[in-house]
């Protein structure tokens, strides 16, 4: 992993508003690339394997919402 250089501001407010910028960016490109796993059939294990979490995490996270988008997801690990 490549070091990170972190900016220091003079208020800290500055700087809690960064992370909750990096968090939203984070959580919209997990959701992205999870729903992107399951369009093209990914198992919950593969996706949460690569994700770093468990399956049912990484399930009970997307799910609702890949099924509300209509995608099709798979009921069991194959």
């Keep these: 992993m490549l ?9 800290p407010a500055d700087g ?8 939203r960016l984070a959580d919209g490109l997990e959701a992205a ?27 009970k996270k997307h799910a609702k919402r890949l099924i509300a988008a209509g995608v099709e997801l798979r009921r069991r690990d194959a």
């Design 33 to 59: 690339e999870v729903e992107r796993a399951m369009r093209a059939g990914w198992s919950w294990s593969r996706a949460a394997e690569a994700l770093g979490v468990t399956r049912q995490a990484v399930h």
């Design 16 to 23: 809690l508003a960064a992370v909750i910028a990096l968090r």
């Design 3 to 11: 070091p990170v250089e972190v900016p220091v501001t003079e208020d």
